[in-house]
């Protein structure tokens, strides 16, 4: 294994415990069909995103120790400590229609605060389209990529990170939230078991639910807000609503606009 400058094992970063894992995810009713931890890759993302179009069947999480090159939505990279977090990917392939498949980070984001909330007894809360924060700072990221028919979602929660580890300004840890020490492999699997089970809803159409789940969670909904778009545009205005296709609805001075990309700001 090749570690990170300046990093040696400690005991409180333990590893996770693979053999657990595997046994967890092998079982029936975890929703999903294969779990593998590896000790480094460059991304998660990108592991499976070539695995997509090599034909890997739905159901497979990958989850590394640590991600030299992670990267998040608008091409921004980061990383962090070995250990420190939770840094993982699925693989889905989903039978809704293309324009359904926003709703997919944003049930990511949902299963993170389900999975967290239950393990760490913290109140959680959802920045469209992808942050989960805790009191207005981030804890996690979601990326979502559409590979042909399969769609990768990476998941990227900070645990054990101490301050001048964050990888982003805003940034907090569960360690830093007032939980240290939680079991990663807990983690994992709450969080995982939230995701097939929310997906699983969104597949068989339960759009209701999972829009008003969603929605009552989403921090930015009645905020002020700025929406930088893809190529440039951006939308500025009060965020009323999140649409059935997983679109943020801005309130602007000219009448509404759904957004369904952007690099969101919420504004005092």
Not at 13 to 18: F, S, T
Not at 70 to 87: F, M
Not at 105 to 125: F, I, K, Q, S
């Amino acid at each position: 294994m090749t570690t990170e400058p300046g990093w040696s094992p400690s005991s409180e970063r333990p590893p996770l415990d693979e053999a657990a894992l595997r046994a967890w995810a092998g079982a029936p009713g975890s929703g999903w069909r294969e779990l593998r931890v590896v000790d480094e890759t460059g991304s998660t993302n990108d592991d499976l995103a070539a695995a997509a179009r090599s034909g890997e069947a739905a159901g497979l999480v990958l989850v590394s120790e640590w991600q030299r090159g992670g990267h998040g939505r608008l091409g921004r990279s980061w990383t962090a400590p070995p250990r420190s977090g939770l840094t993982f990917s699925v693989l889905l392939r989903p039978t809704r229609p293309p324009a359904a498949l926003g709703w997919l980070p944003l049930l990511a984001g949902l299963a993170v605060v389900d999975g967290v909330e239950e393990v760490a007894e913290l109140r959680l809360g959802l920045k469209w389209p992808n942050d989960v924060l805790h009191d207005e700072r981030k804890l996690a990221g979601l990326l979502a990529e559409r590979v042909q028919d399969a769609v990768v979602v990476g998941i990227g929660l900070n645990v054990s990170l101490r301050a001048d580890e964050l990888p982003v300004q805003g940034a907090t840890s569960l360690a830093l939230a007032g939980r240290p020490g939680l079991d990663r492999s807990v983690l994992l699997t709450a969080v995982l078991g939230r995701l097939a089970a929310w997906v699983a809803r969104w597949e068989a159409g339960d759009d209701q639910g999972t829009r008003s789940a969603y929605r009552s969670r989403c921090l930015t909904i009645g905020r002020t807000v700025r929406a930088d778009q893809p190529g440039g545009q951006a939308v500025s205005g009060t965020a009323v609503d999140v649409d059935a296709d997983g679109r943020l609805v801005v309130e602007t001075t000219s009448g509404p606009v759904a957004v369904a990309a952007a690099d969101v700001r919420h504004l005092r």
